[in-house]
């Protein structure tokens, strides 16, 4: 069994936990920020079997879209664009897992 921990951002969120329901997934959600350009992410963590991990990421990259933002430039004047990954995704094992 793994644990999938998935950051993602605000904008792709919903849409993401829709797919993962029509899918059969059971994930759950937590409102995060990040600490690089402080904007809201959604964290979404999934326990899934190993033989589901692949299509989960599948999942998770056909519905998370790499963006690009403009930004005030800390160390010059005017605006910097940054490219903001679509998903950032941590696989875990599980040593144990119960359901009560």
């Given at each position: 069994m793994?644990?999938?921990?998935?950051?993602?951002?605000?904008?792709?969120a919903?849409?993401l936990?829709?797919?993962?329901?029509?899918r059969?997934?059971?994930?759950?959600?937590?409102?995060?920020?990040?600490?690089?350009?402080?904007?809201?992410?959604?964290t979404?963590?999934?326990?899934?079997?190993?033989?589901?991990?692949?299509?989960?990421l599948?999942?998770i990259?056909?519905?998370c879209?790499?963006?690009?933002?403009?930004r005030?430039?800390?160390?010059?004047?005017?605006?910097?664009?940054?490219?903001?990954?679509?998903a950032?995704?941590?696989v875990?094992?599980?040593e144990?897992?119960?359901?009560?």
């Open positions: 793994k644990l999938v921990v998935s950051i993602v951002q605000d904008t792709d919903e849409n936990l829709e797919k993962l329901a029509e059969g997934f059971r994930a759950t959600k937590f409102a995060t920020t990040g600490g690089f350009l402080r904007r809201g992410n959604s979404i963590i999934i326990g899934v079997d190993d033989e589901q991990v692949d299509q989960l599948d999942t990259k056909s519905n879209e790499m963006r690009q933002i403009e005030l430039a800390r160390a010059q004047q005017g605006k910097e664009t940054i490219e903001l990954c679509g950032t995704v941590f875990l094992d599980v144990q897992f119960h359901r009560f």
